[in-house]
């Protein structure tokens, strides 16, 4: 695809996405609603993409089969051109993840996991859900403070997820270890040692799941891997480089997401006293609670795709090849969706089921009903197990990363403080 040039850049008066201001962590939310009022398409010269912010808009892109997955098809600017020598020193074949393909080669590779990930398949794991969420909180009151982010919202979908796909128990730890480096690969504001961590991980875990592959190809058990390493011969069937390919993907996405969900949430219901009282008290509200909780805090503030055809959206051009930026988080909190009342946290809010937090489209998220579960299980047995739950920090450690948000850690006082 040839080349555009991109258009020239903002005055530096205007308004900007920028992760480097003082606060933007702790609240991307303020200068998302900046961007939303006086720019809700923008170029971001610093990540060669144009950046989306409105509900509408957002909603309608996720949706747009015109609006692809795959980084190759992109114009080559400066930042892509890095990211593709970056993703070429890799064996493992990102791109041939399912984040990245489109059209009947996504669907086949969707085809091939979507059976672990339906809503009745996933209900089979409600009864396991609440086993792991017992374990995990057995014995938490040695620990004072109790880190909600690394001893419990971190391990029960890494447990889960990997049960789900026949990865080892012993392995997990490592697993983690490897994923919390992975993770910096979506991002676009990394530093060149943030790059080479993600990379060398991606490389370790190529080289774990290939392993793990020809062993449940000669050892099958019941679980995903073995389905797919031993699945008939056929045009739909997975090659070893896919199922590795997906394998590393899946298994990060798998923990990350609700680890975000379930830390990024109860720190907002800590500070929202109100609304984790009515948590507690209701069980009939769950169901919605987590719908709003994720409208509110997505784990997953951004999607990226690439303009097949070229478009024009607020007055600004955008090119054929252009690099978008679906704003979820920004869509999530849009006034004009949302009404007055866009940036209050409301367990029991109309309509929160339709956040944008899962993407949509051909892309959503094949995990969204089990990442559902998890929280609608961890979450409410949590806060009930312990009612006097509080913060033992002053201020949530949220992580640097733009495109998945959570936080590092979150210390409480199982029993108050």
């Given at each position: 695809?040839?080349?555009?040039?991109?258009?020239?850049?903002?005055?530096?008066?205007?308004?900007?996405?920028d992760p480097l201001a003082p606060g933007y962590f702790d609240d991307?939310?303020?200068?998302?609603?900046?961007?939303?009022?006086?720019?809700?398409?923008?170029?971001?010269?610093?990540?060669?993409?144009?950046?989306?912010?409105?509900?509408?808009?957002?909603?309608?892109?996720?949706?747009?089969?015109?609006?692809?997955?795959?980084?190759?098809?992109?114009?080559?600017?400066?930042?892509?051109?890095?990211?593709?020598?970056?993703?070429?020193?890799?064996?493992?074949?990102?791109?041939?993840?399912?984040?990245?393909?489109?059209?009947?080669?996504?669907?086949?590779?969707?085809?091939?996991?979507?059976?672990?990930?339906?809503?009745?398949?996933?209900?089979?794991?409600?009864?396991?859900?609440?086993?792991?969420?017992?374990?995990?909180?057995?014995?938490?009151?040695?620990?004072?403070?109790?880190?909600?982010?690394?001893?419990?919202?971190?391990?029960?979908?890494?447990?889960?997820?990997?049960?789900?796909?026949?990865?080892?128990?012993?392995?997990?730890?490592?697993?983690?270890?490897?994923?919390?480096?992975?993770?910096?690969?979506?991002?676009?504001?990394?530093?060149?040692?943030?790059?080479?961590?993600?990379?060398?991980?991606?490389?370790?875990?190529?080289?774990?799941?290939?392993?793990?592959?020809?062993?449940?190809?000669?050892?099958?058990?019941?679980?995903?891997?073995?389905?797919?390493?031993?699945?008939?011969?056929?045009?739909?069937?997975?090659?070893?480089?896919?199922?590795?390919?997906?394998?590393?993907?899946?298994?990060?996405?798998?923990?990350?997401?609700?680890?975000?969900?379930?830390?990024?949430?109860?720190?907002?219901?800590?500070?929202?006293?109100?609304?984790?009282?009515?948590?507690?008290?209701?069980?009939?509200?769950?169901?919605?609670?987590?719908?709003?909780?994720?409208?509110?805090?997505?784990?997953?503030?951004?999607?990226?795709?690439?303009?097949?055809?070229?478009?024009?959206?607020?007055?600004?051009?955008?090119?054929?090849?252009?690099?978008?930026?679906?704003?979820?988080?920004?869509?999530?909190?849009?006034?004009?969706?949302?009404?007055?009342?866009?940036?209050?946290?409301?367990?029991?809010?109309?309509?929160?089921?339709?956040?944008?937090?899962?993407?949509?489209?051909?892309?959503?998220?094949?995990?969204?009903?089990?990442?559902?579960?998890?929280?609608?299980?961890?979450?409410?047995?949590?806060?009930?197990?312990?009612?006097?739950?509080?913060?033992?920090?002053?201020?949530p450690a949220w992580s640097t990363r733009v495109v998945l948000r959570?936080?590092?850690?979150?210390?409480?006082?199982?029993?108050?403080?």
């Amino acid at each position: 695809m040839s080349s555009s040039p991109p258009p020239a850049a903002a005055p530096e008066e205007a308004p900007v996405l920028d992760p480097l201001a003082p606060g933007y962590f702790d609240d991307p939310y303020a200068q998302y609603a900046v961007l939303r009022e006086s720019q809700p398409t923008y170029f971001e010269p610093r990540v060669d993409a144009y950046i989306v912010t409105r509900y509408e808009d957002v909603h309608r892109l996720t949706r747009d089969r015109s609006m692809l997955a795959d980084l190759a098809r992109a114009n080559p600017t400066p930042r892509i051109m890095a990211r593709a020598a970056r993703n070429a020193t890799l064996t493992s074949g990102t791109d041939k993840w399912m984040l990245f393909r489109d059209g009947d080669d996504h669907a086949r590779l969707r085809q091939a996991l979507s059976p672990a990930f339906t809503p009745k398949a996933v209900a089979r794991w409600h009864r396991r859900t609440e086993e792991l969420v017992d374990s995990l909180l057995l014995g938490a009151e040695e620990h004072d403070p109790f880190d909600v982010v690394g001893r419990f919202a971190r391990l029960l979908p890494a447990q889960i997820i990997s049960e789900i796909m026949g990865v080892p128990d012993a392995d997990i730890p490592q697993l983690l270890e490897w994923s919390e480096a992975q993770f910096r690969f979506l991002e676009s504001f990394n530093t060149p040692q943030q790059d080479q961590a993600a990379v060398d991980a991606i490389r370790e875990m190529t080289t774990y799941f290939s392993a793990l592959v020809a062993d449940k190809r000669s050892r099958p058990t019941d679980d995903l891997l073995s389905a797919l390493a031993t699945a008939p011969e056929g045009e739909d069937r997975l090659s070893p480089d896919e199922i590795v390919a997906q394998m590393i993907f899946l298994h990060g996405a798998g923990h990350g997401t609700t680890e975000n969900l379930i830390g990024n949430s109860l720190a907002h219901l800590l500070a929202r006293p109100d609304q984790l009282a009515r948590l507690r008290g209701d069980p009939g509200l769950e169901g919605n609670a987590v719908e709003e909780l994720l409208r509110f805090d997505a784990p997953v503030q951004f999607a990226r795709r690439i303009a097949s055809n070229g478009f024009e959206l607020h007055g600004v051009a955008i090119p054929a090849g252009g690099d978008v930026m679906l704003a979820l988080g920004a869509a999530n909190r849009d006034p004009r969706k949302w009404g007055e009342s866009a940036d209050e946290l409301d367990l029991s809010r109309p309509g929160a089921k339709e956040h944008l937090s899962f993407g949509g489209g051909a892309h959503h998220c094949l995990g969204s009903w089990l990442a559902r579960l998890e929280a609608q299980v961890a979450l409410p047995r949590l806060l009930r197990r312990f009612p006097k739950l509080s913060p033992a920090y002053d201020r949530p450690a949220w992580s640097t990363r733009v495109v998945l948000r959570g936080l590092e850690d979150l210390p409480v006082h199982l029993n108050g403080g």
